[in-house]
């Protein structure tokens, strides 16, 4: 594999490398590092537990893998025909409509590490979204599970809420863009777009104000162009 097949925001250039791998994974910077020996050999975005089912913190290993592990707590109710139901659900406070079916949330590369929280293939929205797994982009969760055995140690650190907002990215997304790189190629995109539909600036017009002669007596002058000496006219703003 290449030394970086992804671009700066996930890379992996691990293979070949000796030493005992450990998993470092930084809940304030949505960041997972990958280590051989002392050596850092890969990098990956995240997405952690949200507020509400928030990531532990601690020392720990990977307890087992699982390559088509499903969830058996998240997941949705489908009917007989496989057409959802309700999505979302936790099998816990969640009773399941009448004549559906539980479907546990698909759940690719999983690997244990405390209880029913692992890391495992998903969705990144750009910020801490879980359960509180540890959501991998497509290509990097296959990569860590094929590098990772049982026994490896996970250290996980940080605060999720101090995590800042990051582009998504994709299941299935190989092309995990900068954000740093993205946001000028969107801009100069924007620019040139709208290039052509530009028009001159024009000179600022004087501000007209109406005028209304006063014509209380009849006259026999004909105002309809120009008002007569001596006449009140009264400016409105």
Not at 124 to 135: F, N, T, V
Not at 205 to 216: E, L, N
Request: glycine share 10%.
């Amino acid at each position: 594999m290449a030394e970086n097949p992804l671009s700066s925001r996930a890379w992996w250039k691990g293979d070949g490398v000796a030493g005992k791998p450990k998993i470092v994974i930084n809940l304030s910077t949505q960041r997972v590092q990958y280590f051989k020996g002392k050596e850092l050999v890969g990098v990956s975005p995240i997405s952690s537990g949200r507020e509400s089912h928030g990531t532990v913190t601690g020392s720990y290993s990977i307890l087992d893998k699982d390559i088509d592990h499903r969830s058996s707590l998240f997941g949705s109710y489908i009917d007989k025909e496989g057409n959802l139901v309700q999505g979302d659900v936790d099998t816990r406070t969640d009773p399941a409509p009448p004549g559906t079916t539980y479907l546990g949330a698909n759940m690719r590369y999983f690997m244990r590490i405390v209880g029913g929280i692992g890391m495992h293939e998903g969705y990144l929205p750009g910020y801490p979204a879980s359960h509180g797994c540890i959501r991998l982009p497509t290509k990097m969760a296959a990569i860590f599970f094929k590098e990772t055995p049982p026994g490896t140690p996970v250290q996980i650190t940080g605060e999720s809420s101090l995590a800042a907002t990051e582009s998504e990215i994709p299941i299935g997304e190989d092309n995990i863009m900068d954000v740093a790189s993205a946001e000028p190629k969107r801009a100069a995109k924007k620019s040139k777009v709208a290039a052509p539909e530009s028009k001159p600036a024009t000179k600022a017009q004087p501000t007209v104000r109406r005028a209304i002669v006063d014509a209380t007596k009849p006259s026999f002058f004909n105002w309809s162009r120009r008002p007569p000496r001596g006449s009140t006219i009264f400016l409105n703003e």
